[in-house]
């Protein structure tokens, strides 16, 4: 998938609030959006080189969007809005081969408190599906999440009320970096999600995690990778 035409290189200052940074660009200052809510502390660092994608309109109040980061020579794409679409397009062409037998493709469907990215339809029994951004990883171990997160502790108890009602349930976790050889559930920055997944499975929930070739001009999903669900 394309992320953009063209990307500038900048230098990144620092976080404004949840969707603005500051960064320093051709020798100015630059304010520009962010679509990524998380706390992002080991990705943007001051002094960090990330990359912009231009698109200014009269409905924006920036004409920048910060899309990448790069990291230890490796890119890290930081655009929470990518994730769900990748994931689409893979549905749509048959390339995840865990979900070989849906035909039917919904997305943001409303069940309950929750809004699932996805409702797959064309077997027995319909599967609920929920995409997560991954950008944190340490030592080899991509971690999710990077803050605490209520909305995404629902979504995996939603899914479990799911599997309850006879659908077919999963969560895929999308690492939108390379350098990560599996995924946990970081205990350490909300112990109750982790607590939730580890339910979530013994409860017949689907946890997958895939992490992502990135470059400059695209992201694409690479190979699956193992989920580590021992509790640390």
Not at 59 to 64: G, I
Not at 157 to 186: M, T
Request: aromatic share 8%; with cysteine; hydrophobic share 40%.
């Amino acid at each position: 998938m394309k992320i953009a035409d063209r990307l500038l290189k900048a230098s990144f200052v620092r976080r404004e609030n949840r969707f603005s940074c500051v960064v320093r660009l051709s020798g100015r200052d630059e304010v520009v959006y962010l679509a990524n809510s998380g706390r992002l502390e080991t990705v943007l660092s001051p002094g960090r080189t990330v990359f912009l994608a231009e698109r200014s309109s009269p409905q924006r109040t920036t004409s920048y969007d910060l899309v990448l980061a790069a990291i230890n020579g490796h890119y890290v794409s930081v655009d929470d809005r990518i994730p769900s679409d990748l994931v689409n397009q893979a549905l749509l062409t048959g390339a995840l081969p865990n979900f070989p037998k849906f035909s039917s493709i919904r997305r943001e469907v409303a069940r309950g408190r929750s809004r699932f990215d996805f409702l797959l339809s064309g077997s027995d029994s319909p599967c609920f599906l929920e995409v997560k951004s991954v950008t944190l990883v340490n030592k080899g171990t991509a971690l999710f999440p990077d803050a605490p997160t209520l909305r995404g502790r629902r979504h995996v108890e939603s899914l479990v009320w799911a599997r309850k009602e006879g659908y077919e349930a999963a969560i895929l976790f999308v690492v939108q970096r390379e350098d990560a050889s599996r995924l946990s559930p970081n205990d350490q920055v909300d112990r109750a999600f982790g607590r939730a997944l580890r339910l979530a499975r013994l409860g017949g929930v689907s946890i997958l995690a895939y992490k992502c070739h990135v470059t400059p001009r695209e992201i694409s999903l690479a190979e699956e990778i193992p989920v580590n669900l021992s509790d640390r």
